[in-house]
């Protein structure tokens, strides 16, 4: 229970007057009839109900109670009622004394959650603030209570539910100190905790009171403690959503975004310490992972250590296994905060809990959590029910993920190492290690040019289902591809990373393709499978120049990688490497030598399968004359390969047969503005955005087509469709998808002429 504090009444709470007028009115009596049978005279009794008379004695507030027929709860409301009248009236407006408010630190970048308790406190009722350790809910909740104090004049309720504790407050006693705190004489408080609370409510039906319940347990503690009143404001701060309390509003608190994160810092470090270097302030609450109470420690460290710097200070936090040891400071410290938490879970979802940090991505399924965790499907659904009902664990808004917070993440991976065994943690790490290798060849697989169809064995129903899993787990296969290298899975791994050549091609800006054709590399070499090798070579070095634009690097290692397939007389690596070696140099001012190599490449090719291989061939050699500004050359070069897809589209799967037919047609677009055949142009452009559909562009994202749309139609002189391409582009700029440059996108709506 918090201290007692001073709380000037700014106005009266319920009267005693306005009570007895509803009992009476209720009761359907007169003044009269009311006068006859309590004894009063009728003037007492008009005195009383106009306020003009704060409250009767005590033996006459009696002898009404009888008269209006008033037992039980209502009776002692009546009563207490009464007493309260009569101290307002001898102390003359002094103060009053009420449990108050518990100390809290200032509050930062809380704003929408303070405006949205405030609309709560007009409404009245409950209002759950939910969230992590550390999150700031008691915080929240404190600022909240100071704001709107001055809304509920009969004064404010607060009490600490120790709700994580191994022995919570028990809801019997929470409510003996409120009533007490309420004016309740001890001897008149009841025993039990069903008529605690009856007369809990009973007292707060008339008052305008805000009750802070900070720290719940559960809703068995947390039901017998609320008001009630219509004109009352319970918040509840709990880390579990307490589902089964309603009716309730629930405000979810999340992290601070990045800003607010360092605004907090510079409260406790000041602010010539932040602006001295404000990229390690974003570093060091970057590695808080924007939590309050880290940065809160982190700050308080920092400010009673003036030798330190920010920079040393994000030097300590990089390091994951002293992290938790660094967010201690005097009595604030973050591990005791997640592991009263976790104690109070079930042993089964302790036991899920410290195994699912072996998952190395940021989000994860159900069922990979049933195969690192070793748990059915069925039973770890209930484990991660309890873990995000315990707030270590969220669901993400998106598809249902669920994730750790980076902190308890560390937590968990160290209760890991302290409780299972070595051989366990192998044993899950294997088991984790094969599910993600197969699921991911298994869906790559399904982007195989000649992948018409899903095989009996797949573990997916679609290719569209296989993109959406590659898409989901990506933060998992990619590091699951650098521990097996490291366990040396090699043939695994050369497998996983050739299936993803299929899926790689046209989503080079999506993910680190040269770590994840690094890996092919390195496992390929520790084999001695050379023809893997050159395979893989050729999607690394490629990766160079289309991921990271380093152009040089992908040239040396190209070039490289065509010399050892031609010694090893591997005439497909060879003739792919010569494709993709063009484009580096061609950045490098090599044209010529640019186009010797994807001319070499097409001429190769003539044995091929023509989705496989013949069409990129192509498509590559017509994108260097493209490239090179021969406009009528390519676009006579590409016309008829554009006739040969279209005949054969059927021969491959409906993924490819849209990248090509797209790819293709932007190709054929470009040369057609190259050779300002505007009109011709824009239909191309917008046929290309139509193929996309709804689908994320990848060789140039939709923004860019728009204004290439609405750029061709302006100088077709069609200002309308050019001016609603550019809208539409200026619209998307904002979309993490359009990948858009605002800035040009209004320099060509500039340039559009007013109708």
Same mark, same amino acid.
């Given at each position: 229970?918090?201290?007692?504090?001073?709380?000037?009444?700014?106005?009266?709470?319920?009267?005693? #007057?306005?009570?007895?007028?509803?009992?009476?009115?209720?009761?359907?009596?007169?003044?009269?009839?009311?006068?006859?049978?309590?004894?009063?005279?009728?003037?007492?009794?008009?005195?009383?109900?106009?306020?003009?008379?704060?409250?009767?004695?005590?033996?006459?507030?009696?002898?009404?109670?009888?008269?209006? #027929?008033?037992?039980?709860?209502?009776?002692?409301?009546?009563?207490?009622?009464?007493?309260?009248?009569?101290?307002?009236?001898?102390?003359?407006?002094?103060?009053?004394?009420?449990?108050?408010?518990?100390?809290?630190?200032?509050?930062?970048?809380?704003?929408?959650?303070?405006?949205?308790?405030?609309?709560?406190?007009?409404?009245?009722?409950?209002?759950?603030?939910?969230?992590?350790?550390?999150?700031?809910?008691?915080?929240?909740?404190?600022?909240?209570?100071?704001?709107?104090?001055?809304?509920?004049?009969?004064?404010?309720?607060?009490?600490?539910?120790?709700?994580?504790?191994?022995?919570?407050?028990?809801?019997?006693?929470?409510?003996?100190?409120?009533?007490?705190?309420?004016?309740?004489?001890?001897?008149?408080?009841?025993? #039990?905790?069903?008529?605690?609370?009856?007369?809990?409510?009973?007292?707060?039906?008339?008052?305008?009171?805000?009750?802070?319940?900070?720290?719940?347990?559960?809703?068995?503690?947390?039901?017998?403690?609320?008001?009630?009143?219509?004109?009352?404001?319970?918040?509840?701060?709990?880390?579990?959503?307490?589902?089964?309390?309603?009716?309730?509003?629930?405000?979810?608190?999340?992290?601070?975004?990045?800003?607010?994160?360092?605004?907090?810092?510079?409260?406790?470090?000041?602010?010539?310490?932040?602006?001295?270097?404000?990229?390690?302030?974003?570093?060091?609450?970057?590695?808080?992972?924007?939590?309050?109470?880290?940065?809160?420690?982190?700050?308080?460290?920092?400010?009673?250590?003036?030798?330190?710097?920010?920079?040393?200070?994000?030097?300590?936090?990089?390091?994951?296994?002293?992290?938790?040891?660094?967010?201690?400071?005097?009595?604030?410290?973050?591990?005791?905060?997640?592991?009263?938490?976790?104690?109070?879970?079930?042993?089964?979802?302790?036991?899920?809990?410290?195994?699912?940090?072996?998952?190395?991505?940021?989000?994860?399924?159900?069922?990979?959590?049933?195969?690192?965790?070793?748990?059915?499907?069925?039973?770890?659904?209930?484990?991660?029910?309890?873990?995000?009902?315990?707030?270590?664990?969220?669901?993400?808004?998106?598809?249902?993920?669920?994730?750790?917070?980076?902190?308890?993440?560390?937590?968990?991976?160290?209760?890991?190492?302290?409780?299972?065994?070595?051989?366990?943690?192998?044993?899950?790490?294997?088991?984790?290690?094969?599910?993600?290798?197969?699921?991911?060849?298994?869906?790559?697989?399904?982007?195989?040019?000649?992948?018409?169809?899903?095989?009996?064995?797949?573990?997916?129903?679609?290719?569209?289902?296989?993109?959406?899993?590659?898409?989901?787990?990506?933060?998992?296969?990619?590091?699951?591809?650098?521990?097996?290298?490291?366990?040396?899975?090699?043939?695994?791994?050369?497998?996983?990373?050739?299936?993803?050549?299929?899926?790689?091609?046209?989503?080079?800006?999506?993910?680190?393709?040269?770590?994840?054709?690094?890996?092919?590399?390195?496992?390929?070499?520790?084999?001695?499978?050379?023809?893997?090798?050159?395979?893989?070579?050729?999607?690394?070095?490629?990766?160079?120049?289309?991921?990271?634009?380093?152009?040089?690097?992908?040239?040396?290692?190209?070039?490289?990688?065509?010399?050892?397939?031609?010694?090893?007389?591997?005439?497909?690596?060879?003739?792919?490497?010569?494709?993709?070696?063009?484009?580096?140099?061609?950045?490098?001012?090599?044209?010529?030598?640019?186009?010797?190599?994807?001319?070499?490449?097409?001429?190769?090719?003539?044995?091929?399968?023509?989705?496989?291989?013949?069409?990129?061939?192509?498509?590559?050699?017509?994108?260097?004359?493209?490239?090179?500004?021969?406009?009528?050359?390519?676009?006579?070069?590409?016309?008829?390969?554009?006739?040969?897809?279209?005949?054969?589209?059927?021969?491959?799967?409906?993924?490819?047969? #849209?990248?090509?037919?797209?790819?293709?047609?932007?190709?054929?677009?470009?040369?057609?503005?190259?050779?300002?055949?505007?009109?011709?142009?824009?239909?191309?452009?917008?046929?290309?955005?139509?193929?996309?559909?709804?689908?994320?562009?990848?060789?140039?994202?939709?923004?860019?087509?728009?204004?290439?749309?609405?750029?061709?139609?302006?100088?077709?002189?069609?200002?309308?469709?050019?001016?609603?391409?550019?809208?539409?582009?200026?619209?998307?700029?904002?979309?993490?998808?359009?990948?858009?440059?605002?800035?040009?996108?209004?320099?060509?709506?500039?340039?559009?002429?007013?109708?």
């Amino acid at each position: 229970m918090v201290g007692v504090t001073e709380l000037r009444e700014e106005t009266p709470g319920p009267s005693f #007057g306005h009570t007895l007028l509803r009992y009476r009115t209720a009761a359907g009596l007169s003044q009269r009839e009311l006068a006859l049978a309590s004894g009063l005279s009728v003037r007492a009794l008009r005195e009383l109900e106009h306020g003009r008379a704060a409250a009767a004695q005590e033996k006459s507030t009696e002898l009404l109670a009888t008269a209006l #027929g008033l037992t039980g709860d209502e009776r002692e409301s009546f009563l207490l009622l009464a007493r309260e009248g009569r101290r307002r009236s001898s102390l003359s407006g002094t103060t009053t004394m009420l449990y108050g408010l518990p100390a809290a630190p200032a509050l930062v970048g809380r704003d929408d959650e303070l405006g949205l308790l405030s609309r709560a406190a007009r409404a009245g009722g409950t209002t759950i603030v939910i969230g992590p350790p550390g999150v700031g809910k008691t915080s929240l909740a404190v600022a909240a209570a100071e704001r709107l104090k001055v809304q509920f004049p009969d004064g404010c309720l607060a009490i600490d539910l120790r709700g994580v504790d191994d022995h919570p407050v028990p809801a019997a006693l929470a409510l003996e100190r409120m009533l007490t705190a309420l004016g309740v004489p001890s001897g008149r408080i009841p025993p #039990g905790e069903a008529e605690r609370s009856s007369l809990f409510r009973a007292l707060m039906r008339d008052r305008r009171v805000l009750v802070l319940l900070d720290n719940a347990a559960d809703e068995s503690q947390v039901l017998p403690l609320l008001a009630g009143g219509e004109h009352c404001l319970t918040i509840v701060t709990c880390r579990r959503s307490l589902a089964g309390v309603e009716p309730a509003q629930r405000l979810v608190l999340d992290m601070l975004a990045e800003q607010s994160a360092v605004d907090l810092l510079t409260t406790i470090v000041g602010e010539d310490v932040v602006l001295g270097d404000p990229d390690a302030a974003r570093e060091v609450v970057g590695l808080c992972g924007n939590l309050p109470l880290a940065v809160r420690i982190v700050g308080n460290r920092l400010a009673t250590r003036r030798h330190w710097s920010l920079s040393y200070l994000a030097g300590q936090l990089r390091d994951e296994h002293r992290r938790l040891d660094s967010l201690a400071a005097g009595d604030l410290r973050l591990r005791p905060a997640f592991e009263l938490s976790r104690r109070r879970l079930s042993p089964a979802a302790q036991e899920v809990f410290r195994r699912l940090a072996l998952i190395p991505g940021a989000h994860f399924s159900e069922e990979l959590a049933a195969v690192v965790t070793g748990v059915s499907p069925e039973e770890v659904e209930a484990q991660l029910e309890e873990l995000v009902e315990a707030s270590l664990l969220t669901v993400t808004t998106e598809r249902m993920r669920l994730q750790f917070h980076d902190l308890v993440r560390l937590f968990a991976q160290e209760r890991l190492a302290a409780e299972e065994a070595e051989d366990v943690r192998a044993q899950l790490r294997d088991a984790l290690l094969t599910h993600v290798l197969r699921r991911a060849t298994a869906a790559s697989e399904l982007f195989r040019a000649k992948a018409v169809g899903v095989p009996r064995d797949s573990p997916f129903r679609s290719p569209g289902e296989a993109k959406d899993w590659l898409e989901q787990e990506s933060t998992t296969w990619i590091p699951v591809l650098r521990q097996a290298t490291e366990a040396r899975r090699y043939r695994e791994v050369v497998d996983c990373t050739w299936a993803l050549y299929n899926y790689a091609h046209g989503r080079e800006p999506m993910y680190p393709w040269t770590d994840v054709f690094g890996c092919g590399v390195r496992a390929a070499r520790e084999l001695g499978d050379q023809k893997a090798e050159v395979n893989l070579l050729s999607q690394y070095g490629t990766c160079f120049h289309w991921n990271q634009g380093d152009s040089e690097r992908a040239r040396d290692v190209l070039l490289e990688t065509v010399a050892l397939a031609e010694e090893i007389g591997h005439h497909w690596g060879a003739m792919i490497t010569h494709s993709a070696v063009g484009w580096p140099l061609l950045s490098l001012g090599e044209p010529e030598e640019a186009q010797r190599h994807v001319d070499l490449a097409l001429e190769m090719s003539e044995s091929y399968d023509f989705f496989e291989t013949r069409f990129w061939m192509h498509i590559g050699s017509g994108g260097i004359r493209l490239a090179t500004g021969r406009f009528g050359e390519a676009l006579a070069f590409l016309t008829p390969l554009l006739a040969e897809t279209t005949e054969r589209i059927g021969e491959t799967n409906q993924e490819l047969a #849209g990248k090509t037919m797209t790819l293709l047609r932007m190709n054929i677009a470009d040369c057609l503005s190259g050779l300002e055949r505007w009109q011709e142009a824009a239909e191309q452009y917008h046929e290309v955005i139509r193929l996309f559909g709804t689908e994320r562009p990848t060789y140039r994202s939709r923004v860019e087509l728009l204004v290439c749309e609405g750029t061709a139609w302006r100088h077709a002189g069609d200002f309308q469709r050019a001016r609603e391409c550019l809208t539409r582009a200026l619209e998307l700029c904002d979309d993490p998808t359009g990948r858009g440059d605002r800035k040009a996108v209004e320099a060509e709506l500039a340039l559009v002429p007013a109708e």
